[in-house]
């Protein structure tokens, strides 16, 4: 029976990151499938749910259940108390400080957060004694200098804090999975973006800034180095490939990703375009946005996942590009609208 034709009610899925792009993401299709999903929020001063309001204020249609927990990948006694108390059927490990330049600023805290916060999930699933399947959010920067394009077989050479980070999440899921026979897969996902990508990553800075450009909000845009080569997909998409390896028969690991190579300067291009800007008119080097050690090439071979999970990508960059950029725009417009009426009130 496929994973398409099976009915999923009743089945309970733990989100940690689930108030991030693919958390949030990852929450609407689950709930779609009849999920109850619990999410992991950490408690703060702030609210930081905006990109799963939509989902979580206000009555929630039956069926479509999502439950909050705060609590902090630091804490390792809170995350058996709370596997033991919803007994998930599975579990994605989403969370993690996830921006590469700033791994730089802050190793520690990365190597905290993005390594060992994987490693205090895992030892928690296995001290709970709970029977679930976890997925654990690996990334193309774990190959960081290894030439393209990178699979599952390509050895591992990262090229910042956050990405050795992401390697010893990596091993240590293999570990876990090799020593306690826990059901736990990687998903390798090579770089994927959205409208709801944080405003700190390369594409995203680049089609807020095409919104605010054209409504006379912002005169320049600097980016840094333009000539790194990325593989850049649709993060609805992504977040399918991640439910799919945890479908399958026997845990293993995937590389996700559209196998096309697009550097910085075309995607740059690309949104420009379809905000019917001229890029060289606006955009403006910054050195201080390089890192100290550059990735020039993540192009990923996701062979593996196609023949074995049947996932495909379908947006490609040209077409990604426009639709952060029209949403960009959108939201925007809705701003400036909402505004002009409080004034005018």
Same mark, same amino acid.
């Given at each position: ?16 990151? #689930? ?9 609407? *299709? ?5 999920? !109850? ?11 930081? !749910? ?26 390792? #006694? ?22 590469? @330049?700033?791994?730089?600023? %802050? ?16 030892? %928690?699933?296995?001290?709970?004694? #709970? ?5 654990? %959010?690996?990334?193309?920067?774990? &190959? ?11 050895? &591992? ?10 390697? &010893? ?19 390798? *996902? ?26 006379? *909000? ?8 333009? +000539?790194?080569? @990325? +593989?850049?997909?649709?993060? /609805? ?54 890192? /100290? ?18 996932? @495909?990508? !379908?947006?490609?960059? @040209? ?16 701003? *400036?609208?909402? %505004? ?6």
């Amino acid at each position: 029976m496929s994973p398409e034709s099976t009915s999923f009610a009743g089945r309970s899925a733990l989100i940690t990151g #689930v108030t991030g792009q693919d958390g949030s993401y990852l929450a609407e *299709l689950l709930l779609d499938k009849g999920y !109850t999903v619990h999410g992991l929020v950490r408690r703060s001063s702030s609210f930081n !749910t905006e990109r799963i309001d939509h989902i979580y204020q206000g009555p929630q249609e039956p069926g479509r259940t999502l439950v909050l927990h705060h609590a902090d990948l630091a804490d390792g #006694v809170a995350l058996v108390n709370l596997l033991r108390e919803i007994r998930p059927d599975e579990v994605y490990n989403l969370g993690a400080q996830s921006h590469v @330049r700033v791994s730089f600023d %802050a190793p520690l805290y990365t190597g905290d957060v993005t390594g060992l916060g994987s490693l205090r999930l895992l030892e %928690a699933i296995r001290a709970s004694g #709970v029977a679930t399947r976890i997925y654990q %959010a690996s990334s193309s920067e774990m &190959f960081g200098a290894a030439p393209p394009p990178q699979n599952e077989r390509t050895p &591992f050479h990262p090229r910042s804090p956050y990405g050795c980070a992401k390697v &010893f999440s990596y091993w240590s899921t293999v570990n876990y999975r090799e020593a306690y026979g826990l059901f736990a897969c990687n998903g390798i *996902l090579f770089n994927h973006e959205s409208p709801r990508r944080g405003e700190t990553f390369v594409t995203r800075k680049i089609t807020r800034a095409v919104a605010r450009i054209r409504a006379g *909000l912002q005169d320049r845009l600097y980016l840094g180095n333009l +000539d790194a080569v @990325r +593989d850049w997909g649709y993060a /609805p998409e992504y977040v399918e490939a991640m439910w799919r390896m945890l479908q399958q028969d026997d845990p293993d690991d995937y590389v996700v990703a559209t196998g096309q190579a697009v550097s910085v300067r075309e995607f740059l291009d690309a949104a420009f375009e379809a905000g019917g800007l001229d890029q060289s008119r606006y955009v403006r080097y910054d050195p201080k946005y390089e890192r /100290p050690s550059e990735v020039d090439a993540l192009i990923g071979d996701a062979s593996k996942a196609r023949e074995q999970l049947g996932w @495909r990508p !379908t947006v490609g960059w @040209r077409e990604l590009a426009a639709l952060m950029v029209r949403a960009d725009i959108e939201a925007l417009d809705a701003e *400036l609208a909402g %505004a002009r009426v409080r004034v005018d009130r």
